[in-house]
């Protein structure tokens, strides 16, 4: 097995580095993942493992959970080094270089979508995608939102970002004209006292909902697609951030379609 015991080795430079950098995963098309319980989710969603960095004391602990990987992919890591790869403050030993899944088409067809349009808060994306996939939204489309492999939005996403029916797109535009050409019914979360109760919306035929950026919601260049719904609140509660309003939405959303 190779081993690496210098925080200065050009892999393990690189190794930070990719954790740090999205303009970095999106040049090498792959990103770095830490934990056993993730890399497990990695390998039930059949992505590829590249390489795997793993301290003497994780395998010592964990022989049956490495028997699983090819030998020739194993690296042999100082605690030192596997400290200075982590993002967070105590990690586990284990690290893995994976290859990012290509986009594929998006399945335009009787579904559910719930699009993700200008969002940067990591940990509200993951755990936005985490529900959806545990609700059974169709697919989950983000554009202009924080990278899909930022270490936080893996984390909080629990594998959730892993899946199949997660996209990344540029043109939110482009994608929304097809959409309503499609029939798909669009709607669009705002605060907004005339926009339509989010309760009384019927989401069981096709449809979208768009979930805008946490301070600035959705501009009226998308806006101008969408029928406007809302989540009533009391007259005296600030707005929802976009995690909480998107769960809300994922549940009216799913519960029609059950």
Same mark, same amino acid.
Request: proline letters at 1%.
């Given at each position: 097995?190779?081993?690496?015991?210098?925080?200065?080795?050009?892999? $393990?430079?690189? +190794?930070?580095? /990719?954790?740090?950098? !999205?303009?970095?995963?999106?040049?090498? #098309?792959?990103?770095?993942?830490? @934990?056993?319980?993730?890399?497990?989710?990695?390998?039930?969603?059949?992505?590829?493992?590249?390489?795997?960095?793993?301290?003497?004391?994780?395998?010592?602990?964990?022989?049956?959970?490495?028997?699983?990987?090819?030998?020739?992919?194993?690296?042999?890591?100082?605690?030192?080094?596997?400290?200075?790869?982590?993002?967070?403050?105590?990690?586990?030993?284990?690290?893995?270089?994976?290859?990012?899944?290509?986009?594929?088409?998006?399945?335009?067809?009787?579904?559910? $979508?719930?699009? +993700?349009?200008? /969002?940067?808060?990591? !940990?509200?994306?993951?755990?936005?995608? #985490?529900?959806?996939?545990?609700? @059974?939204?169709?697919?989950?489309?983000?554009?202009?939102?924080?990278?899909?492999?930022?270490?936080?939005?893996?984390?909080?996403?629990?594998?959730?970002?892993?899946?199949?029916?997660?996209?990344?797109?540029?043109?939110?535009?482009?994608?929304?004209?097809?959409?309503?050409?499609?029939?798909?019914?669009?709607?669009?979360?705002?605060?907004?006292?005339?926009?339509?109760?989010?309760?009384?919306?019927?989401?069981?035929?096709?449809?979208?909902?768009?979930?805008?950026?946490?301070?600035?919601?959705?501009?009226?260049?998308?806006?101008?697609?969408?029928?406007?719904?809302?989540?009533?609140?009391?007259?005296?509660?600030?707005?929802?951030?976009?995690?909480?309003?998107?769960?809300?939405?994922?549940?009216?959303?799913?519960?029609?379609?059950?």
């Amino acid at each position: 097995m190779k081993e690496i015991s210098s925080v200065g080795n050009p892999t $393990i430079k690189e +190794l930070t580095k /990719l954790n740090k950098s !999205s303009k970095l995963r999106n040049q090498k #098309r792959c990103f770095l993942v830490e @934990g056993v319980r993730l890399i497990d989710e990695v390998q039930k969603s059949k992505l590829e493992i590249e390489a795997l960095y793993v301290t003497k004391n994780f395998i010592e602990k964990n022989k049956n959970f490495i028997s699983n990987f090819d030998k020739n992919k194993l690296t042999l890591i100082s605690e030192n080094v596997a400290k200075k790869i982590s993002d967070v403050e105590t990690n586990q030993g284990i690290f893995a270089t994976v290859k990012m899944r290509e986009n594929s088409q998006i399945k335009i067809s009787k579904s559910q $979508i719930l699009i +993700l349009y200008g /969002l940067q808060n990591p !940990s509200n994306i993951g755990t936005i995608l #985490r529900s959806s996939i545990a609700l @059974g939204i169709d697919h989950v489309i983000l554009c202009d939102c924080c990278d899909l492999y930022n270490s936080k939005l893996i984390r909080a996403a629990m594998g959730a970002s892993f899946k199949r029916n997660i996209y990344q797109i540029n043109d939110i535009i482009s994608l929304l004209r097809v959409l309503k050409e499609k029939g798909f019914k669009i709607y669009g979360t705002f605060v907004d006292s005339d926009a339509k109760d989010i309760t009384t919306v019927d989401f069981s035929s096709p449809c979208v909902c768009i979930i805008g950026n946490e301070g600035n919601g959705i501009d009226d260049t998308v806006g101008q697609f969408t029928e406007k719904i809302t989540i009533k609140m009391r007259n005296d509660s600030e707005s929802l951030n976009a995690a909480a309003a998107a769960n809300i939405v994922i549940w009216e959303m799913t519960r029609q379609s059950k």
